[in-house]
């Protein structure tokens, strides 16, 4: 399989992803899936949407490359940093467009798969490099990662980025 095959489709399973997390939350409401799913639909919750998905993609990538035998390297921090950048990424598109118009589902969808496909395009190259020293620090980047997200899902600033406009209420304590 040639990488650029294996980055499309981790920008189709990350994509399908996102909708599955987006709902994982409500369909088993517990600690680990307040941490790795939104618990309301602020937009800094909704951005465990995107770095799960991409992350979840590239496990998936992973067992691929192991499977196959396939001789691509950086594959764990190459997708753990396509998942890292999709959010700023994302909210650069995003934040003008919804300060302008406000939330649209569609316009939402859109953006978010234009994200997944820069960073999917991000981790390609990286893989194409010599290896990266820190191939093996990715679990403990993406175990700090949501350990951030648990903290800001427990204990929200008090932000426009962390306040769920449907119900006003910020992170899940009040949600």
Same mark, same amino acid.
């Not at 189709?12 to 799913?37: E, G, K, R, W």
């Not at 820069?118 to 290896?131: A, F, G, H, P, W």
């Given at each position: ?29 517990c ?11 602020? &937009?800094? /919750?909704?951005?465990? $949407?995107?770095?799960?998905?991409? +992350?979840?993609?590239?496990? *998936?990538?992973? @067992? =691929? ?7 691509y ?27 302008? &118009?406000? /939330?649209?589902?569609? $316009?939402?969808?859109?953006?978010? +798969?234009?994200?997944?496909? *820069?960073?999917? @395009? =991000? ?26 997200f ?26």
């Amino acid at each position: 399989m040639k990488l650029r095959y294996l980055k499309l489709l981790g920008v189709i399973m990350a994509f399908l992803l996102c909708f599955l997390i987006h709902f994982l939350y409500d369909l088993a409401p517990c600690f680990i899936t307040s941490v790795i799913a939104p618990v309301n639909e602020s &937009i800094a /919750e909704h951005m465990k $949407i995107l770095f799960g998905s991409i +992350l979840l993609s590239g496990v *998936i990538q992973k @067992i =691929i490359v192991k499977v196959k035998h396939l001789p691509y390297k950086n594959v764990c921090i190459s997708n753990f940093t396509a998942a890292l950048l999709s959010i700023p990424i994302f909210l650069v598109m995003y934040m003008p467009i919804y300060k302008a &118009i406000g /939330e649209n589902l569609i $316009i939402t969808i859109i953006i978010m +798969l234009i994200a997944i496909i *820069i960073v999917e @395009i =991000i981790s390609y190259l990286i893989m194409k490099k010599e290896d990266v020293k820190l191939e093996n620090m990715a679990i403990i980047f993406t175990i700090t990662v949501y350990t951030i997200f648990g903290i800001l899902t427990y204990f929200p600033p008090e932000q426009e980025l962390f306040l769920d406009p449907i119900n006003l209420t910020y992170g899940i304590k009040n949600s």
